[in-house]
């Protein structure tokens, strides 16, 4: 268990620190306590009633100014590269200028860091304040970019909104219904305008101010739009960015809109409600308490003092079976929270193949001739997903199947070793060696603290069972693992960009081998001539490593689907090499006994995570650059239609006729 007294002590300062001022005479929260949905300006009032405090204020801007001494792309932003330029930020600049920014409310300078670090574009490295993320605001009209008949785009209400909203429940629809406002009748409309914009146009500005992420504007303009996906272990579809943000900061959205059957445009003021996704509260003083307060999970601890594997294990820590800790490369989509379904006529008809329970979902298409492996992400049980994946091909082969579609759309990433697994697996050993590397060469920052870690790791006779600094982690160029005792980082490796020399550690691989339950065949099951992927861009972290060694090594076909007419979609979300959560920061920090460090970021007054992309994957071509800065476009693009936009099996039918018909 984390120190308890010490986070209740925490927990008591935040609480002084706000009482600093004086809150508002009347309590904005408890008028809807217990309530899954509320009006977006009740919401709004709730939390902005807790008053600015500059304790916090320097805590956070402390804890985060730190912690982002170990982002591997800090100087990359400095001037990023096209087609990334909108990507382009000096990060010690803004945090510097919201320690100067006058603020009413301590919803208002976490909105300010949260927007800071949102428009990075990199899903790996954001503030996320677990007070204000408690909301997602929810549009009974969320919309979609389709082609007609003619190949004509546009953008629409999803026309499959009637049963997708109908999921989200009574106590949502009736809201509207006791109204007197008919969302059903916008299903299917062609939008003309969004906010007084041209749509496509509203679509870009969300894209850029809102949607974060990921690296490519193209990419996330499809975040912008509904599309489906896979949930935990469920087909799902997701809002989109104009039709579930994460704030409850706009009451209505309008919309020039042509309905089904009409001639005509009209101007439609839609409401949007807020869903509460954080705790129960029962009054503005617990809403506090069980959502923004810190508490024992906030912080890290020193892992010396839980013992074995087990213990990380309760904690959340992934661990495999050799009890290494395994790393992980993923986004933080909030939209999960509280996840809608995939409508069921729009599910598929296809019987499910071998190794369909996780987060893969392998289908036979008709004709015997292709099989669809579906990953939904990289998450999930470690074990299964290689032995899912091992089910479904000797499925495959035994129906002989002969063509594989692997389907990445809103793929957020997860475990770094699965998305070399399932590369090796398809890939084979004979071509790439038994190591379980990929072959591109990683790094993570060598500032004076990471350095004060690793000596101290060794001096500790600590490995990878406990912390990721360890070299038992990696493995030298020559893939030979690292001895725990070896100092990786130290003496660092000047590295030079954008006009500034940083210090990184030295070059190593991944050994995701020693992790692996399932041992990849010698020889690709199938031609990797006939294996191709398709996706609609939004994938992110270990998907886009996957992806880019499918590519890069292999040539693997890449179908795009979705996007703005005439922008460039990139086939990829943003590739780091491994994430860590605060608490995996200060996990390692405080284990290693540096904690006392004056470069060590401090503990967490309020309950929230700043996480970071804590290693760097360089590109397998171009040993100077992140695969993240790699521009690489798909071969194909395809608009989504009216068939294929939410509809899996539609669209890998489609998509079979075009890579292999």
Same mark, same amino acid.
């Given at each position: 268990?984390? /120190?308890h *007294? ?25 008028? =809807? ?7 977006p ?6 939390? !902005? ?12 801007? +402390?804890?985060?100014a730190r ?7 800090e ?15 000096n990060? *010690?600049?803004?945090?510097a200028?919201?320690?100067s ?9 976490? *909105? ?7 428009q990075l ?20 009209? %969320?919309? $979609? ?29 009736? =809201? ?5 406002f ?26 850029s ?5 990921y ?6 303009v499809n ?17 989109g ?6 704030f ?22 839609i ?6 996704l954080?705790?129960?509260? +029962? ?8 959502n ?5 999970? +906030?912080?890290?601890?020193?892992? !010396? ?24 490369? /993923?986004? $933080?989509?909030k ?6 379904g ?21 289908f ?64 084979? +050993? ?14 993570n ?68 081998g020693?992790? =692996?339950v ?31 060694l499918?590519?890069? *090594? ?16 990139q086939y !990829? ?14 996990d ?10 004056p ?12 996480r ?10 171009n040993?100077?650059l992140?695969?993240a800065?790699?521009?690489e476009? %798909?071969?194909?693009?395809? %608009? ?22």
């Amino acid at each position: 268990m984390r /120190a308890h *007294r010490f986070h209740v002590v925490i927990g008591a300062l935040a609480a002084q620190a706000l009482s600093a001022r004086a809150a508002p005479a009347a309590d904005a929260c408890a008028p =809807f306590a217990g309530q899954a949905f509320v009006a977006p300006s009740q919401a709004l009032a709730c939390l !902005k009633s807790f008053p600015f405090n500059e304790t916090l204020r320097q805590n956070v801007l +402390t804890n985060i100014a730190r912690i982002f001494d170990f982002y591997t792309f800090e100087d990359f932003y400095l001037n990023s590269p096209p087609p990334f330029q909108e990507s382009t930020a000096n990060i *010690r600049a803004e945090i510097a200028r919201i320690n100067s920014t006058k603020f009413e409310t301590d919803y208002d300078f976490n *909105r300010a860091v949260y927007n800071f670090t949102t428009q990075l574009n990199d899903g790996h490295t954001r503030w996320f304040p677990n007070c204000y993320d408690t909301f997602q605001n929810l549009l009974p009209a %969320p919309v $979609v970019t389709l082609a007609d008949a003619h190949g004509v785009q546009s953008v629409f209400v999803a026309p499959d909104s009637v049963a997708l909203v109908e999921l989200v429940g009574t106590e949502f629809t009736s =809201f509207f219904d006791k109204m007197g406002f008919d969302w059903r009748r916008l299903a299917g409309a062609r939008v003309l305008e969004i906010a007084g914009m041209d749509a496509y146009a509203y679509a870009d500005l969300i894209a850029s101010t809102e949607s974060g992420n990921y690296l490519d504007h193209g990419v996330r303009v499809n975040s912008v739009f509904s599309s489906y996906r896979i949930s935990g272990t469920d087909f799902s579809q997701r809002f989109g960015d104009i039709g579930g943000p994460a704030f409850p900061d706009r009451n209505s959205l309008t919309m020039t809109l042509i309905p089904v059957g009409a001639t005509k445009a009209e101007t439609v003021t839609i409401p949007y409600l807020a869903n509460y996704l954080g705790a129960n509260f +029962t009054d503005q003083k617990s809403f506090w308490e069980v959502n923004c307060a810190a508490n024992n999970e +906030t912080n890290g601890v020193d892992l !010396k003092t839980l013992g074995d594997g087990s213990a990380l294990r309760k904690r959340g820590i992934g661990v495999a079976r050799s009890g290494r800790k395994l790393a992980r490369a /993923a986004i $933080v989509d909030k939209s999960n929270s509280n996840a809608v379904g995939l409508p069921s006529q729009f599910l598929p008809t296809l019987p499910p193949a071998n190794g369909s329970t996780g987060v893969i979902k392998s289908f036979i298409l008709p004709g015997n001739k292709t099989g669809v492996m579906f990953v939904g992400s990289f998450e999930g049980d470690f074990n299964q997903f290689q032995t899912d994946t091992q089910a479904a091909i000797s499925q495959f082969k035994a129906s002989g199947v002969s063509r594989l579609i692997i389907d990445l759309t809103n793929n957020g990433g997860g475990f770094v070793c699965l998305g070399q697994f399932l590369h090796q697996f398809l890939a084979g +050993t004979a071509k790439l060696g038994n190591a379980g590397n990929p072959g591109f060469q990683s790094t993570n920052r060598g500032n004076p603290l990471a350095k004060k870690i690793v000596a101290s790791d060794i001096k500790l006779k600590l490995n990878d069972s406990f912390v990721f600094y360890t070299a038992d982690n990696f493995a030298f160029l020559n893939n030979q693992q690292m001895s725990p005792a070896h100092d990786y980082i130290d003496p660092s490796v000047p590295f030079f960009v954008n006009g500034v020399t940083d210090q990184t550690s030295q070059r190593f691989f991944d050994t995701c081998g020693l992790a =692996f339950v399932v041992q990849p065949p010698e020889q690709p099951p199938f031609d990797l001539n006939n294996v191709a992927i398709v996706s609609n861009g939004d994938c992110a972290s270990t998907c886009a490593m996957f992806s880019t060694l499918m590519f890069e *090594r292999h040539q693997t076909k890449i179908a795009i689907f979705g996007g703005k007419p005439g922008e460039q979609v990139q086939y !990829k979300g943003m590739a780091g090499n491994q994430v860590l959560e605060w608490t995996d920061l200060d996990d390692e920090i405080k284990t290693a006994n540096v904690k006392d460090d004056p470069l060590a970021p401090p503990d967490l007054l309020v309950n929230a995570n700043m996480r970071h992309n804590w290693r760097t994957a360089w590109s397998f071509f171009n040993e100077q650059l992140p695969i993240a800065y790699v521009s690489e476009l %798909p071969q194909f693009r395809f %608009p989504y239609t009216n068939e294929t936009y939410n509809n899996p099996q539609a669209l890998w039918t489609f998509a079979e006729s075009k890579f292999f018909g």
